[in-house]
């Protein structure tokens, strides 16, 4: 990079949130799928104007800062959608990221400095409080949550299809799912199997929504809940099992936390059961946009969920499957949007 491409990539970095929010204004008020409508002749900024309802000035600075920053692209007085813009209105992991960073992250962010400091979630204060996340999830404000529930199943729904498969190759009767959060991966199972039961642990919260939701779908007489906290140090597990699932877990947790998880999940296997992790690594992203979303997602773990946490690496999470006792049995990559499932058994 030349130093004026530095400079101006600086300028970037510094006018980054009013670009974020000049964005966001442009899709709010309807201004970026109009342009998008107008296709390759485009449409001015009179034009606009008149059909919003909103000023010619309100529209001209929003357009001019969408231009500079790649979003609409100019020909005489026509506007038109750039790549960029199209991706902002039209990609689902594009809005799932946008939309989790504007009412989730955004208030919160301006504590990173004291979380990272601290090693505490300072900007939870900006969601009401709370030690983590996870114990007020669904008592955020609705919007909050929704955006929040949107990101974190648009990337682990894309991948339960194909994990699901592998569990069931062990034939499994009972699945202990740790970390189970509405019960999205309990249906995709009960769905699969007509016998296998389903044993969710959870925040309370979490398994009320969960239980209720499954039982609308006649799945309360294959379905226990078992409240936990996966940070307390005196955690306990139930068991057997066949198998223990444990998706978007670890990242969840710190190093210590992290490998007390893995111990009672491997006490609370049944002989032969396996223990399956689904996680998003950021070594093994297909796409550098992967590993960057999940490189600032870290930091969403430091201000908002604990302040300990993060997004891993595989060989993090494989020295923690040998600290505590397992064997790696398989790793397949590329599910969903970059997610890895490591399958493991215990060492014997």
Same mark, same amino acid.
């Given at each position: 990079?030349?130093?004026?491409?530095?400079?101006?990539?600086?300028?970037?970095?510094?006018?980054?949130?009013?670009?974020?929010?000049?964005?966001?204004?442009?899709?709010?008020?309807?201004?970026?799928?109009?342009?998008?409508?107008?296709?390759?002749?485009?449409?001015?900024?009179?034009?606009?104007?008149?059909?919003?309802?909103?000023?010619?000035?309100?529209?001209?600075?929003?357009?001019?800062?969408?231009?500079?920053?790649?979003?609409?692209?100019?020909?005489?007085?026509?506007?038109?959608?750039?790549?960029?813009?199209?991706?902002?209105?039209?990609?689902?992991?594009?809005?799932?990221?946008?939309?989790?960073?504007?009412?989730?992250?955004?208030?919160?962010?301006?504590?990173?400095?004291?979380?990272?400091?601290?090693?505490?979630?300072?900007?939870?204060?900006?969601?009401?409080?709370?030690?983590?996340?996870?114990?007020?999830?669904?008592?955020?404000?609705?919007?909050?949550?929704?955006?929040?529930?949107?990101?974190?199943?648009?990337?682990?729904?894309?991948?339960?299809?194909?994990?699901?498969?592998?569990?069931?190759?062990?034939?499994?009767?009972?699945?202990?799912?740790?970390?189970?959060?509405?019960?999205?991966?309990?249906?995709?199972?009960?769905?699969?199997?007509?016998?296998?039961?389903?044993?969710?642990?959870?925040?309370?919260?979490?398994?009320?929504?969960?239980?209720?939701?499954?039982?609308?779908?006649?799945? *309360?007489?294959? +379905?226990? !809940?078992?409240? &936990?906290?996966? /940070?307390? %140090?005196?955690?306990? @597990?139930?068991?057997?099992?066949?198998?223990?699932?444990?998706?978007?877990?670890?990242?969840?947790?710190?190093?210590?936390? *992290?490998?007390? +998880?893995? !111990?009672?999940? &491997?006490?609370? /296997?049944? %002989?032969?059961?396996? @223990?399956?992790?689904?996680?998003?690594?950021?070594?093994?992203?297909?796409?550098?946009?992967?590993?960057?979303?999940?490189?600032?997602?870290?930091?969403?773990?430091?201000?908002?969920?604990?302040?300990?946490?993060?997004?891993?690496?595989?060989?993090?999470?494989?020295?923690?499957?040998?600290?505590?006792?397992?064997?790696?049995?398989?790793?397949?990559?590329?599910?969903?949007?970059?997610?890895?499932?490591?399958?493991?058994?215990?060492?014997?």
């Amino acid at each position: 990079m030349s130093a004026l491409d530095a400079r101006m990539a600086a300028q970037r970095l510094a006018f980054g949130p009013v670009v974020f929010f000049a964005t966001n204004a442009l899709l709010e008020l309807g201004l970026l799928k109009r342009i998008w409508e107008a296709g390759e002749s485009g449409i001015s900024s009179a034009e606009l104007a008149s059909f919003s309802h909103i000023s010619e000035y309100g529209v001209s600075v929003l357009c001019e800062s969408a231009l500079s920053a790649g979003i609409l692209e100019r020909e005489g007085l026509a506007l038109r959608c750039s790549k960029l813009g199209h991706f902002l209105l039209h990609d689902p992991m594009t809005r799932a990221n946008f939309e989790f960073v504007r009412d989730v992250c955004y208030t919160a962010l301006p504590a990173l400095t004291d979380s990272i400091r601290d090693g505490k979630p300072h900007g939870l204060a900006a969601l009401g409080g709370g030690s983590t996340i996870y114990e007020t999830l669904l008592a955020l404000p609705a919007g909050t949550r929704n955006s929040w529930l949107r990101f974190d199943h648009f990337y682990s729904d894309a991948a339960f299809g194909a994990a699901v498969t592998k569990v069931f190759a062990h034939e499994p009767r009972t699945i202990l799912d740790v970390g189970a959060n509405t019960g999205r991966f309990a249906r995709i199972c009960l769905e699969h199997d007509a016998e296998v039961e389903l044993w969710l642990v959870d925040h309370a919260p979490q398994l009320e929504h969960a239980k209720s939701s499954l039982a609308e779908l006649g799945f *309360a007489a294959r +379905v226990q !809940t078992f409240t &936990r906290d996966l /940070l307390d %140090p005196e955690l306990q @597990l139930p068991g057997p099992v066949n198998i223990v699932w444990l998706s978007q877990v670890l990242d969840c947790l710190p190093p210590a936390n *992290a490998c007390s +998880v893995l !111990t009672k999940a &491997r006490e609370a /296997l049944a %002989p032969g059961g396996r @223990l399956f992790v689904l996680e998003p690594c950021t070594d093994l992203q297909p796409h550098p946009a992967g590993a960057f979303c999940l490189n600032q997602t870290s930091l969403y773990f430091a201000c908002l969920a604990n302040g300990t946490s993060r997004m891993y690496d595989s060989g993090t999470l494989q020295s923690w499957f040998a600290q505590t006792g397992f064997v790696l049995v398989a790793r397949h990559d590329g599910l969903g949007y970059g997610h890895s499932l490591f399958e493991c058994a215990r060492a014997e």
